[in-house]
């Protein structure tokens, strides 16, 4: 019953479906850095997140626009954008000195070879420690993007060792 002196609503963020508090508090207690993997409908986000009492502090952040720098043509959001952005960002977080970190997907449905284990899979490419299962990550072909309609004109795993020795 939604009335009556006793009710207490649920927290905004809860009832929209944004925040799952309980596995934010789990997180939160780790203490560690939290590599943060968003989608939209046209780009990929990855940040690197300390909590702090005032409010989280973003210590370093990429999106999948930023590959137009280095030369991406291709879709921002698909999975070889994922992974790159998960490399431009673990390069950052890098420079920072992050040297660990543990993966928040948020409320996103964790399946197999999905965009956002690609993301990581870039951040663990780039040198950071994130544990996270081998058997999630996308498959090679699938970061090449061989599986894609309009295939991505620069090989994706050079343009990985370009971000990562720092050429634009």
């Known amino acids: 019953m939604k009335q009556g002196p006793r009710y207490i609503p649920p927290f ?21 850095v939290r590599a943060v993997v968003r989608r939209s409908l046209k780009y990929i986000t990855v940040q ?11 210590l370093a952040s990429a999106t999948s626009k930023e590959l137009e720098k280095y030369g991406w043509d291709a879709s921002k959001d698909t999975t070889p954008a994922a992974y790159l952005t998960g490399v431009l ?46 058997e999630v990550f996308p498959s090679e072909d699938r970061i090449k993007g061989e599986h894609l309609e309009k295939k991505p004109k620069i090989d994706v795993f050079e343009l990985r060792d370009k971000i990562i020795g720092g050429e634009k």
């Open 48 to 58: 690197f997140i300390r909590y702090n009492e005032k409010g989280d502090e973003v």
């Open 89 to 134: 960002a673990g390069k950052r977080a890098k420079e920072k000195g992050i040297e660990e970190c543990i993966a928040d997907i948020g409320r996103y449905t964790a399946s197999k070879g999905c965009r956002v284990f690609a993301a990581i899979k870039g951040i663990i490419d780039a040198g950071v420690h994130c544990p996270c299962s081998e």
């Open 12 to 32: 905004k963020r809860r009832r929209l479906g944004i925040t799952d508090y309980r596995k934010r508090k789990n997180l939160l207690k780790s203490r560690k």
